[in-house]
Every structure is written in C-alpha cells, then in structure tokens.
C-alpha cells in the first residue's frame, strides 16, 4: 500500500503540476515579428508611428462631406448614384447607411487604434527621442478622436490599449464631452513637448497641436481658452500669411509660414479605387477636376464637390479669393486663346458650372501612374489664416473686440480688402462671414455652420436637433451589440 | 492441443459404457486465472435439472444416471462446455474464456474495454481483414468495412493521399480524425508510412466518449495497434508477399479524330469562321489515353517473427512496397521501406516495459495532377488530330490551345522526386501497483525528415505556352534584368527542401478496475499528458544546372552567375499542448453501465482568454437482455447505449490570435514616401477550437450464435467555426492592409444513422461464412455563418472562372451552386417568345432558369443561381463476405455511395480542346437535342457553371475480391512449415456508375469546400494480385 500511496501522491502532483503549469503554453513565434513582440527598440517606435500617421490621409474625405453638406458645394460626379453616400449627404437624406460615413468612423479609428497601439507601448524602453514620438502620436490621437466627435458626437472613448471582439459589444458611446476631455489632455501634452518647427516636412509640431487645441476649445464654445491657445500660436511669432492668397493650394508651394498642419500627399505611388485609404495621394484635387476635360491648366476628372451659386455669389468680385475659390468653367474657357477647342463633360450627378479651384487637378500637378487618385497636394487642414480667424473669433465672443478685428483685419489685408470695424455679436458675425469666405472649398463650412448654430437657416432641408450630427452607421451598431443609441431623429 | 484431448477424453468416456444409477455430482468451477467463478449454470443436458455455483464457485446437482449423463456448463464471458460425468461424483471444471464478439477487446483510449461493456460507438476492423485487402494504405481498409467512416480518395496516384471524415464534415477546416498508432500521434498525411500488414486492429471511437481526448477529439479517434507477439510461444516466422499488375480501370471516350475534326468545322463554322479541317476523313487520329495510361506493377513483401517467452514477447518485421502508376509508371512511383520492433518484457513481476520502433522510409516520385495543367487534364483535352510526335521527331506543340501542352512530353519532362524517413516509437512502463492498480508512463516520440527534388529542365512545349521556361525550340534561356540594363540567363533550375518534424509525448496515467460485492465494478482513469510538435524546414531553388540535365541536378551544381537568381526559404513552428483527464465507470451486473469523462487541454494555439478548455462526456449503456423479463430466445444480447459530450477541434493555424504588422503604415515625409509598420490582421485574445457537441444513441443486438445487429443515430453539431467576419471598425481593423481578427463563429451540424449487420458461422468448422454489411446515412448542413458573411466562396469552375461551390447557411459543405437549365432554346422564335430575357441567347444555347422571376437572367450577379448538388452522399454501403469452404477461401468487399454530385471540371472549354463524345448529340436543328447545346466558337453563355455540368455521382464497386487456397497441413510437414496460403486477388474490378469521368470516388485537391470537383483525378487503378502466405 506504501507503494501506492506514493505512486498516487506523485500522479496527483504530475497532475497538479501540469494542469498548473501555464508557462509551457506561452510561446512567442519563433523568429516572427507580430504585433505582440514588437516595441523592442527605438526604430520600432520610429515606424509604428509612420504608419500611425497614415489614417490622417483619409481626411480628403473631409474636403467632401466639409462642403457637400454645407451650402457651399454640391455631390456632382457621374450620377446620383455615383458616390450614394455624399448624394444623400448633400441632400440631407442621409440615414445610417452611408459608405463615406462609415469609411469616417472606420478610418478613423484604425488611426486610433494604431495610435493606441504606440501608446500603449510607451513603456517598454527609454531611448532619446521617445517623448517627440509619443507626443506626436498623441497629436494624432487627439486629431482621430476629433474627427469623430466632430461627425458622430459621442464616440466610444479608447485610450492606451487595443479591444478584442467581444470587448467592443460591452462598450458604450462615451459621452462627447469625455472625448473632448481627452483630446484636450492629449493635445496638450503633445504641445508641451513638440517644437514650434520640426525639421522634416509633415511632422506636427508645437503650433499644429495649439492650433488644433485651439479649435477643439471653439468647438466646444470655450472661447476664454481658445482665446489664450491660438494667442500662444499667433503671438510665437512663427507663422506669417503669405501674400499671395491664389498660391496657397499649389504642391511647389508647401511648408511655408503659413502652414500650421498639414496633411502630406505624395503623386508617386498608384492605387485603385478599390481602396481609397490605401493610397499616398490626395483623392480630392483628381476627383475634383472637371469631367472629360481637354484644355489647358486643369487635368479632367470626375466633377465632384461642385461649388454653388450661392457661395459664388457671397464673395463680393473685388475679393480674389472668389477666383481663387471657384473655377468658373465657361468663363475660364472663354478668356482662353482657343475656347473652342477646349471641351469637357457635364455629369449626371448634378452641375453648376463652378469647380472647386482650391483643391483640383491641375497640369503640372498631376501624380503618377493613375493620376486621378493621386494628387501630390496636400490637404492644408490649419493654416495661419484660420488661426487668426479662429483667434478672431474668440476674442469676438469673448468681448475683447479690438484684438478680434486686429486679427480679422490682417486676413482681409492679404487679400486687398479693407478692415472690419464692427463690434459685439455683428463683429462676430462678420468673422463668421470671413471664415467662409476666406476658407471655402477646404471642408470646413459645415462644420462651421453647426458650431455657430447657423446651420438650419443657411442650409436647406436642415433639421434642427437632427442634422447637427451625422448618423452613427448602422452596421456599426450592429456590429458593436446593437446596444448603442443612434443619434437623435435619425 | 487442450480441446483435442479433452474431444479424445469424451469418446472414451461415451465408449466404455457403465450401467445407470442415480448420483450426485459435486465440484468447483474456476476460470483460466485459477479464481472461482460464482453463478456458472450447470445443466444436465437435455433435461430441465440444474443448479449454479455458489459464491465460492462450488455445485452440486443430482443426476438420474451418473453413466449417461453429460453436464453443460455456462457463464457469460466463458466457453460453454459439456462433460460427461462418466461415473464420476466430482467433476472440477476450469472454463475458458469465451472469444464471443462480444468480448473483443475494444481500444477506447488509455485503456480498452469489451464490446460487452463499451459506452460509446465504437468499431472495430481486424488486421486479418486489413491484410486481406490487398491495399497500399491503411486507411483504405477502413472504406466499407465500418460505418460512419467515409474515406476519400483524394488522388489515386501510388502514395497519394485520402481524406478520413467521420461522421461527416464539420468544419472548412481540417477534418482530419486524431490518430494514434500504439498509443503515437499520427497525422493523416503520414499514414503511407505504415504497412497494412503490420496492423494488429483498427478502432474507431465515433461518438462523443472520443472525449478522452478532448480538444483534439471532435473529429473522431483512429486508434491503430500494430502487432505483438505472445506470451510461452514458440517464434512464429511468417513471409507474405503479392505481386500483381494495375491498369486503368476506365477510360473516357473522347471524340476521335475523325468526330473531332467534323465537330470543330461545325463549331467554326456556325460562327461564320473559317473552318479548320479541309479534310474531316482522318479515322481515329491519336489516342492520347492509350499513350498516357500503362499498365503498372504493384508489390509487397512482408517478413516477420513473433513470439515470447515467459516474461518477454517480441514481434520484429520487415517489409517491401513498390507501385508504380497507371499514368507516367515509374515516373509516379512509391516505394516503402518498413522496419518494425515490438517488444514487451517484463522487468519484475509488477513492471512490464513496452517498447514499439517503426521505421518507414518512403520515395515517391509524382507528376502534375489533379488540377488544371496535370497530365491527365492536358490528355483529355489534346487534339486526335495531331500525333504524339511531328515528322522531325519533336513532341507535337498543340498549338492552338495555349494552356494544352503535349502530355507525353510533360511526363517526360517532369522531374519530382520527395523521400521520407520517419521514426514513430514510445517507451512505456506499466507498474501494476496491486489487482486494482496499474500505473502507466509512456514517452512517444514521431520523427519524420521530409526531402524533396524538382528538376525543372529548360522546355518548349510550344509558342505561347505557359509551361515554357525556354524562349524558343533550340531551349535556348531566358535573359533577367538583374540591374540596369544587366541581363543574366535563367537556365534549368533545382529546388531542393528539407524539413524535419518531431512529436514529443510524455503521459502518465493510473488505472483502477475493482468490483466490489460481486456486482459493482468500478474503474476509473486518471493522467495527465503533455505534447509538443515541432516543424522547420530549409529549402532553396537554384538556376542554370549544367547541360539542362537530370545528371547534375542538385543545388551543388548550379552555375548562376553570382548567385542573383537563387533563392531561398525557411519555416519553422512549435505547438504545445498539457492535458489531463479523468474517466469513471461503473457497471452493475454487466447490466447497467455509466462512465464520464472529463478532460482539461491548454493549447499554445488559443488565444490568451482562452488558453484552456474543459471537455466533458458520459454515456451509458442498459444491457436488456440481462433483465429477468427479458425472455426472446432469439435474442442473445441486447444493450441500449448513449452518450453525449463535448469536445474539440485544435487544427488551426498557429498563433492565429495574435495582431499581424502586416498592415500598410506609409507616410509621406520630406515629399518622399515612407514605409513604417502597422497593424495588420487584429488580435483575437479569446480565440479558441472549434467545438462539436455530440449525442448518440446506439443499440447492440446479438442473435443466437451468428447474427449481430448494431446502430446508432447521433446528432453531432459544431461550433465556434474559425471566421474573419466583418467586425465592428472600432477595433481598428479597417486601415490600409487591416484585417478584421479571425473569430469563433459559424454552425455546422451532422446527423445519421448508421446500421450494422453481421453474420458469422463458428470459425473453427471447415465450412464457413461470414457477412458483414453497414450503411450510413449523413445528412450536413451548415447552420450559421456570422453576420457580414453570406458564404465563404470555394473551387472554380472552368479556368478563371466562377466560384462553384460554398460554404453556407442552410446547405451541404461545399454544395454546389450555380445556373439551373430547363433544356435548350429550339429556335430564334422561342427565344423571342420567351417570358424570359436571356441574354445573347441564340436556338441552340442553354436555357436557364430565372430564380428571382425578375424577367431576365442575371449573369452578372448570384441571383438567379441556385443549388446544384452536393458532394455529400446520402447513403454508403458496405458488404462484405467471406467463405470458407475445406481449404478454399473466398472474399469480397463492395462499396457503394449514394446522392452525392460531382463537378465535371476536366473540360477546358476552349474552341480546339478535345470534348467527351456525349457532344455528338449535341442541337443542331430545331428538336434535335433537348439536353446538349449546339456548338460554336462564338461567344455563348453555355459554358457559365450550371447544371450541365454536374453529375450524378452514385456507384457500387467492387473493390476487391480475393480467392485463396490453404495447402493441407500433412504436405508441409517435410518443409517444416505451419501454413501455405496462397491467392489472387482483384481490386476496383467493377464499379457501376453513370459517372462520365474516370471514376466517381473521388475525394478533394484542396479542402472541404473541393470535395467532388472533378479535375480530371488520377482514378484508383484496376489491379490482379498474385500472392502467398507462408508460416514457419
């Protein structure tokens, strides 16, 4: 019996042992790097961050939804139903099933997510150079989470980690206000760290982060910190407007002193259509450009995002950002030396006559190898302009008059225009004014109009306490539970 | 020797006749092992008078006449036996134990049991019937002889594989059963290694009690037992071997050349094209598949010694294989070496130690098959009209069809060449601590070094070719740019690989078996296991070996400039996993049978949320038979079974779980494109197995001596399948290059019901028989696929051309879906007429069915398809009879499957390839075909996938037949021999089939979801065997 007690006793510890015994069934890999062995040493961090960068390059859909849904622009393109979504958008028909607006919310998280994954890994190693990594994937973060705030209101609010699938179904819409929070934290760490100029073109810097935060405080109606912020950024004396308002949008024209953030593109490599996140080029200017076109200066291109009478009309023809803003096709090519051999195509999708002139495909701009969809221009997402006006504005609504007209007046002067002497709420609105006139065609004005509650008189079919936000997309919804709320009438 | 003198005892006892008085008989009954056997019955025979033993085996009974009278001893479990009292007033009885079906041992897995007390569905097939197949895989044996079993061949080519699906598919993943040789894992892939000859028995758990092994379960457990010698016996020497010729069972009747070329002018001329043939007079023109097909040789030689001593027994063999093919011979060639040590030996009286030793080398030479580009898809489909070779002595080019080479030159061309050494062994201690304990500790190790050599020499099958790798006819190379404006020749090329893979298994385990007051055995179960599989590999390709030649083929040899063009590759993986299990059984009476298991397996495989699953089963069984009210003469045993459990599928892709940084993360920085990382495929930290739920209920019926009756229906449903589903975009997974995590979602469920029947005559008479039929019924059908996901999409059909078959909610595995025709379009009129628009329909063309009854056909879209059939058989059906008849013997084996479709894919349809001669019926004219389609070179929608193109695939064979003599025991006793059998054999001599290809068993090239598309399968060949059997 001894002898079994004993055998019993050391089966039973075998037994314990191995069931125990977890550390047998950790592996890595052999010889594989995957995303849960990598952050070993600085380069790893210098890479992860690159492509933390990349998600930024889905914002030409802003240049869309930014205008087609203000009263700026409409959808155009080859019909209606070429690119649905913005159709419906520009109608303010649109429900939950929206492919932009899903690409919105999927692209912008996966920017988050590889943000998150940077983030999350901080900690692993110290190296020179980490905290300029980690603030700048924390301006990207921040920009991510604004992005989506600013489309869908409240968002699930992910930081410094990535979920599984069945972590999502128990999350909840975190309120917006909470996302703005974090935004702002993260926003200013970044601002604390960054420079105010960075030596490789396309990386953020101290001004893009304060610009920016600067706006996530307007957005939020927090004018007193707007006001502080973007003083911070116009008082660095690091920026200037350039003089020349028609050579903002051109490629030779980049990383001046008037660029706060901006978004890189790059004309070197192709893509399809298939994949529009996939690409290095700007989509925008090629899907922009005029239908069929055969002429001179611009290339031919699909006649999205088409100006309207309406924003034509709000410039006044002394203000050469009307030209700058809109191409007015006919006239164009009636002041050319050939007018009748230049042709173009009329989409199905709708025509003003009007082409976006900021962001279009032009001659000697054009991308290779399928240069519709690869356009080297950058998206100016903040310039100095806007930091003025956003500046300007604050201060209006602050009740500190006299710095708002400085600052609106100097974006006037560039352009020729004498300076605005109003004061109080008719100050303000004439800065609002300013804004769509000074930054039309640059996806902006929708946005703007909700911010400063204009929306439901200056765009038609707007419902109040629906429109304000876009829908969450409902196969989001699903995919997530089914337990989210959509947003308000829709 | 025993029976003969106990037979010799009885005569003389009934001759020396003494005079009637009455007495009583008195005595004590024991079994073999010398314990007393309580409840024996003893009647005195041919009367109603008897008694039985007491607790302590002991009777007594009185008899009319102590002369006359002849008792009949009985017990379940034992022999009955007759004795004649013969005067006698005690008479001690040792009883043997009974070699009833009912008490062949069944494997079930850390343990056996009997088929008396088993819980579970299990069977079982004898290496005697393995042996006598003739066949050169072991799985092979299993096809008919068991059901719920289905063994497809998924390519009869000399050491091709077969799939083994029990109880049908479920999953699209693998299906692949456990297998356990001697206790060793085995993968199916490297069943070739074993010789059928070696094995012992075969047994299959189907059910859920499979459990024991947990997440590697839910398919099924193959245990294989590889023959041991026996105890006190003398060395046996046994030499077999068969030689025999194989020949193509069918070939396709193609059109001649005289057809084809009257055929193609009709085709090219309802076109309005010129047509090819000036002169359509050419007779047969060239048979590609009396050039292609050949008889080959197939043989086996086996040598073994079995035997034992009073603490050691020893089984050693040795054995030879070769076969060559039907198509290409010794160019598609398999040979098997085995080498093969059982031992076992007792090292004190309580510890035994089991040693097993396989060695296997294998060589196998292989040609293109089984897909578009093989030898036999390019034989179908060559042209009679051109001969093998031109009149300068060149293979002819076939040039008008550009993915058609001449057959005859690939095989020549064609240099694959793969060896496998493989050592498959385990080291167990059995300590038996007492009567009721006995503890196991075994180390299994499975080692296999997987070679492999292509020679690829410069060829020229013609211009356009894809198969080129020479520029012109002269084999002249092509040039490379390796730098600006640098060319280098790409010559011949050598790949060359080698991997190794090594299993490693401890296990150690406690068995405990009591009974306790006679009525209530207990035993139970208790171990623990740890497995590890490790895999790495090294390969490389290296160009311009000298001379183009075979001779110099070898890495060694290349002349590469620089070495720019070589390349080269590596893999290597580890896999774990740690288990432990419990099994529990009790038994009361034989009567009333409850056994539960429970096993615990962590896997390296999950994810970490789910790096341990817990598998539970019980089953039970309800001997009826053994009840007092029980009383049908007829029936000698009656048991009711059934289990229900839950276990696992651990066949996924390593580290599946794990975020990839396979994403796109590029930038644009300094106006220069950047390439960072990024995520790419998202984690999935609960990843886990597949899991099967399983019930069976079964019922085991025996009748009188010779009849069985077993079934089982079960219900088998499977979860948690592996997909990468859209998910929700805030996981992230939606970046450039992102992929959504792989999940556990997806149903997939089987049910059947499987019969068994079996007769046996007693075999030790001199005439005999025996038969043994099954059948099987499956019904598949997948339940769930997850949201976002319709069906995942399978095999094509035609060359680039749609997808045929899926994987979805509602259907088969695999079914097939596509067009549904209802005949062709007579004339322009009907077209016209139609309700129907078909567009670019002509009268001729197939007329398909709208399914969505939106007016017109859809081709551009899944709309108006359908489902077309399934590569799952409703029915299979095995018989197999043997017959004894004096020294004669004589068996068969016929299989047949019922209800299943099979794709016809071997066509290409391209205006010169060569077409099955069903064609010639083809619509010329109003009203002259209703089925087949007019034929024309102009653009048509007649080769979309659609019913036409699928067939029915049911068939009966006859897969073997063997008739053997056994030479009388008085010859041999010069020649010192035990035995001399000799046979012949015949397999897939008859198979009964509508199916037009070349054989309708024909498995998968890629999965479950190709099962049943047909390529143009190298067919099991037609084969006659001569062989013999000598025992020393």
């Not at chain 1, 997402?381 to 300007?392: C, E, N, Q, S, T």
């Not at chain 2, 024991?212 to 037992?225: D, F, L, P, S, T």
């Not at chain 2, 070779?389 to 690939?410: C, F, H, K, M």
């Not at chain 2, 009656?638 to 796109?664: M, P």
């Amino acid at each position: 019996m001894r002898t079994l007690t004993r055998i019993l006793i050391a089966s039973s510890i075998a037994f314990v042992v191995t069931t125990g015994c977890n550390k047998f069934l950790e592996t890595d890999p052999l010889f594989t790097q995957d995303a849960e062995n990598y952050f070993t040493n600085p380069q790893d961090y210098e890479l992860a961050l690159v492509g933390a960068y990349d998600l930024m390059q889905g914002s030409f859909m802003n240049i869309w939804i930014g205008e087609i849904a203000s009263d700026n622009s409409i959808a155009g393109g080859e019909s209606v139903t070429d690119t649905k979504g913005l159709h419906e958008i520009d109608a303010m028909t649109h429900g939950a099933v929206n492919t932009e607006l899903r690409s919105v919310f999927r692209w912008n998280y996966a920017g988050i997510t590889r943000t998150n994954y940077l983030l999350e890994n901080k900690d692993n190693i110290n190296f020179t150079g980490k905290d300029q990594i980690i603030a700048e994937a924390k301006f990207l973060r921040a920009y991510y989470f604004f992005q989506l705030v600013k489309y869908f209101g409240d968002v699930p609010l992910i930081v410094d980690e990535r979920l599984g699938v069945d972590e999502v179904s128990e999350l909840d819409r975190t309120p917006a206000s909470d996302v703005y929070e974090q935004i702002e934290l993260d926003l200013k760490d970044a601002s604390e760290v960054l420079d105010w100029t960075n030596p490789v073109k396309g990386h953020v810097t101290k001004g893009s982060a304060l610009a920016l935060l600067g706006k996530v405080y307007l957005y939020q109606n927090k004018f007193a910190e707007s006001a502080t912020t973007l003083d911070q950024v116009i008082e660095s004396n690091n920026y200037a407007l350039i003089d020349d308002y028609n050579a903002l949008f051109s490629v030779g024209n980049e990383a001046h002193s008037e660029t706060v953030f901006d978004i890189e593109y790059s004309g070197l490599e192709g893509g399809g259509y298939g994949c529009l996140i996939c690409l290095e080029g700007n989509a925008a200017p090629g899907f922009h450009g005029i239908r069929q076109y055969d002429g001179p200066v611009y290339g031919d291109g699909n006649s999205y995002n088409l100006p309207t009478q309406n924003l034509y009309d709000a410039f006044s023809s002394s203000d050469i950002r009307r030209e700058a803003t809109i191409l007015d096709l006919d006239a164009f090519i009636s002041d050319q030396s050939n007018p009748s051999e230049i042709t173009y195509a009329v989409g199905g999708g709708g025509h003003t006559g009007y082409y976006n002139n900021k962001y279009i495909k032009r001659q000697g701009e054009i991308g290779l190898p399928d240069n519709d969809l690869t356009s080297p221009v950058n998206y100016r997402v903040i310039r100095y302009a806007d930091v003025l006006l956003m500046a300007a504005e604050a201060h209006s609504e602050n009740g500190t008059d006299g710095k708002a007209q400085q600052y609106v007046n100097e974006v006037r002067a560039r352009v020729g225009l004498g300076g605005l002497s109003s004061s109080g709420d008719a100050l303000t609105q004439a800065i609002w004014q300013e804004r769509r006139l000074e930054l039309s065609g640059e996806g902006h004005r929708f946005f703007d109009l909700v911010r400063t509650g204009q929306a439901e008189n200056e765009i038609t079919d707007f419902v109040a306490g629906k429109h304000e936000l876009f829908p969450i997309p409902q196969i989001e919804i699903d995919l997530a539970g089914g337990i989210w709320d959509q947003n308000p009438n829709y | 020797m025993k029976q003969n003198l106990f037979l010799l005892f009885v005569i003389s006892a009934f001759a020396i006749s003494v005079q009637a008085q009455k007495t009583t008989v008195k005595g004590q009954i024991k079994d073999d092992t010398e314990f007393t056997v309580p409840g024996v019955t003893i009647v005195e025979k041919g009367t109603s008078n008897g008694t039985i033993t007491d607790m302590d085996g002991n009777y007594s009974l009185e008899v009319e006449d102590a002369n006359e009278a002849v008792l009949v001893f009985s017990f379940m479990g034992f022999e009955t036996q007759e004795m004649a009292v013969a005067g006698r007033s005690s008479l001690d009885i040792e009883l043997a134990p009974s070699i009833s079906a009912l008490d062949e041992v069944v494997v079930v897995g850390y343990g056996t049991s009997t088929k008396k007390e088993v819980t579970g569905a299990t069977a079982k097939v004898t290496g005697e019937n393995i042996q006598k197949l003739n066949i050169p895989r072991m799985d092979q044996a299993l096809q008919g002889q068991v059901s719920g079993v289905a063994i497809n061949t998924n390519s009869g080519s000399p050491g091709g594989s077969s799939s083994i699906r029990i109880r049908g598919l479920s999953t699209f993943g693998d299906n692949d059963p456990l297998i356990l040789v001697d206790g060793v894992v085995y993968d199916s892939e490297g069943l070739n290694a074993l010789n059928p000859s070696d094995i012992e028995s075969i047994n299959v758990l189907k059910d859920a009690t499979a459990g024991i092994y947990g997440v590697r379960a839910a398919n099924g457990v193959i245990i294989i037992e590889t023959k041991k010698g026996s105890a006190n016996s003398k060395p046996r020497v046994e030499v077999s071997g068969y030689y025999g010729i194989q020949q193509p069972a069918k070939k396709l009747s193609l059109l001649n050349a005289q057809e084809y070329a009257t055929l193609k002018n009709e085709a090219f001329g309802t076109s309005g094209d010129d047509v090819p043939f000036a002169n359509t007079d050419l007779g047969e023109g060239t048979n590609w598949q009396d050039s292609v097909f050949q008889n080959a040789a197939i043989q086996n030689y086996n040598v073994s010694i079995s035997g034992g001593s009073k603490s050691t027994t020893y089984s050693v063999g040795g054995s030879y294989f070769s076969q060559d093919g039907i198509v290409g011979g010794d160019k598609s060639n398999f040979t098997r070496f085995n080498g093969r040590l059982n031992l076992t030996t007792d090292i004190t009286e309580r510890v035994k130690l089991t040693s097993i030793l396989l060695y296997t080398h294998e060589d196998r030479k292989t040609l293109p098959e089984n897909g578009i580009g093989s030898v036999l898809y390019n034989t179908i489909n060559a042209f009679p009209t051109d001969p093998i070779r031109s009149t300068n002595g060149n293979y002819t080019y076939l040039e008008e069809v550009s993915d058609i080479i001449n057959p005859i030159a690939q095989m020549e061309n064609t240099h694959n060449n793969a060896w496998v050494d493989k050592i498959v062994g385990k080291e167990e201690l059995a300590i038996k601590i007492n009567d009721d304990f006995t503890f196991t500790n075994r180390a299994a190790y499975n080692y296999a070094l997987v070679d492999s050599k292509t020679f690829s020499p410069l060829v020229w099958y013609g211009p356009g070719k894809a198969q080129n790798s020479a520029i012109n006819e002269d084999l002249d190379p092509s040039l490379v740019e390796i730098g600006d404006s640098v060319f280098i020749e790409r010559g011949a090329s050598v790949y060359e690989s080698r991997a190794t893979y090594l299993d490693l298994n401890f296990e150690s385990y406690l068995n405990y078996a009591h009974t306790f007051n006679t009525h209530h055995s207990v035993k139970a179960t208790l171990g623990t296991s740890v497995f590890q599989r490790k895999g790495s590999g090294l390969n490389g390709t290296a160009f311009n070996i000298p001379n183009n030649s075979i001779e110099y083929a070898d890495i060694s040899a290349n002349l590469a400039p620089g070495g720019y063009l070589n390349n080269v590759g590596s893999f290597q993986y580890e896999e774990r996993l740690l288990s432990s299990f419990l099994r529990a059984e009790y038994g009361y009476r034989y009567k009333y049978l409850i056994s539960a298991i429970l096993r615990r397996d962590g896997s390296t495989k999950f994810g970490p949320n789910s790096k341990w699953g817990m598998f539970p089963t019980v089953s039970s069984a309800w001997v009826f038979s053994e009840e007092d009210f029980f009383n049908v003469e007829a029936i000698s045993f009656a048991k009711l079974r059934a289990s229900y459990g839950i276990s696992g599928n651990d066949q996924i892709q390593n580290f599946a779980y794990r975020a990839q940084l396979n994403g796109e993360g590029v930038y644009v920085f300094d106006d220069v494109i950047q390439t960072g990382v990024a995520l790419g495929r998202a984690s999935n930290p609960d990843l886990r197995w597949e899991s099967t739920r399983q019930f069976n209920v079964g019922l085991d019926i025996g009748i009188g001596d010779g009849f069985s009756f077993t079934t089982n229906y079960f219900i088998k449903n499977t979860v948690d399948l592996l997909f990468q589903p859209d998910v929700s975009g805030v996981i992230g997974s939606y970046g450039p290059g992102g992929q959504p995590p792989i999940i556990n979602a997806g149903d997939v469920s089987n049910k059947g019901l499987e019969i068994e029947l079996g007769y046996a005559t007693d075999p030790i008479k001199a005439y005999g028989f025996g038969a043994n039929f099954n059948m099987t019924y499956l019904r598949n059908e997948v339940l769930r696929t997850p949201d976002g996901v319709d069906f995942l999409p399978g095999a094509n059909f035609g060359v680039g051309g749609n997808v045929a078959t899926r994987f979805e909610e509602g259907y088969d595995i695999g079914y097939f879906h596509g067009f549904e025709t209802n005949g062709v379009y007579q004339s322009q009129a009907e077209i016209d007429a139609s309700d129907v628009i078909q567009e670019g329909a002509k009268p001729g063309d197939l007329r398909y069915v709208d399914q969505n009854g939106d007016g017109m056909i859809n081709f551009s879209d899944d709309t108006d398809k359908k489902e077309l059939g399934s590569p799952i058989p409703d029915f299979t059906f095995g018989l197999n009879l043997n017959a004894k008849l004096m020294r004669f013997d004589i068996s068969a084996n016929i299989f047949s499957a019922i209800g299943q479709e099979i794709i016809r894919n071997y066509e290409r349809q391209q205006p010169y390839a060569n077409q099955l001669d069903y064609v010639i019926n083809r619509w010329v004219g109003p009203n002259t075909s209703e089925y087949d389609p007019r034929l024309t070179t102009e653009a048509n929608r007649n080769t979309e996938f659609s019913d036409y193109y699928v067939e029915k695939g049911d068939f009966m064979r006859i897969k073997n037949i063997q008739i053997g003599y056994t030479i009388p025991k008085s010859s041999l006793e010069k020649l010192r021999m035990e035995s001399i059998r000799v046979y012949v054999s015949a397999n897939n001599i008859l198979t009964l089939t509508n199916y037009q290809g070349y054989d309708p068993e024909i498995g998968s090239n890629g999965g479950p979801l190709s099962a049943g598309v047909d390529y143009g399968f190298y067919p099991q060949a037609r084969s006659v065997m001569g062989g013999f059997n000598f025992k020393f």
